[in-house]
């Protein structure tokens, strides 16, 4: 078992920045790929960003490339959202997610969940 903690979440102007975490515990942590996933009210869960368990390879969706940054540290068995440049259509309950072995896109493939936090980006 994994147990997953998000927190970092809050409300922020556009433009603005936040830094997302997520600190797992249970088992070893440098053995599970890492993700982020959103969903905003009346909206399906949406794949933001993804780390490998090495944090060597990263993949992100779209919208948040080249404003989002996602990192690990193996260490502090902590996975890190860094997001920059804030829109309005980034509000949404972020998701940590973690599974053993390679990192995906498709929520399905997760087993593990956090209970999200909340980011308010206003106009």
């Known amino acids: 078992q994994v147990q997953l903690v998000e927190s970092g979440g809050g409300l922020v102007q556009a433009g603005g920045s936040l830094r997302l975490s997520c600190a797992a515990s249970?088992?070893?942590?440098?053995?599970?790929?890492m993700a982020w996933f959103r969903q905003a009210p009346g909206k399906e869960r949406e794949f933001v960003s993804a780390v490998s368990w090495s944090g060597g390879s990263t993949d992100y969706t779209d919208s948040v490339k080249g404003r989002f940054t996602i990192s690990r540290d193996n260490a502090k068995n902590t996975v890190y959202l860094q997001m920059n440049s804030l829109k309005p259509e980034d509000t949404a309950v972020y998701y940590c997610?973690?599974?053993?072995?390679?990192?995906?896109?498709?929520?399905?493939?997760?087993?593990?969940w956090g209970q999200g936090t909340q980011v308010t980006v206003s106009s």
């Open positions: 249970g088992r070893t942590f440098s053995g599970y790929a």
């Open positions: 997610a973690a599974r053993a072995g390679l990192h995906y896109s498709d929520y399905v493939k997760y087993n593990y």
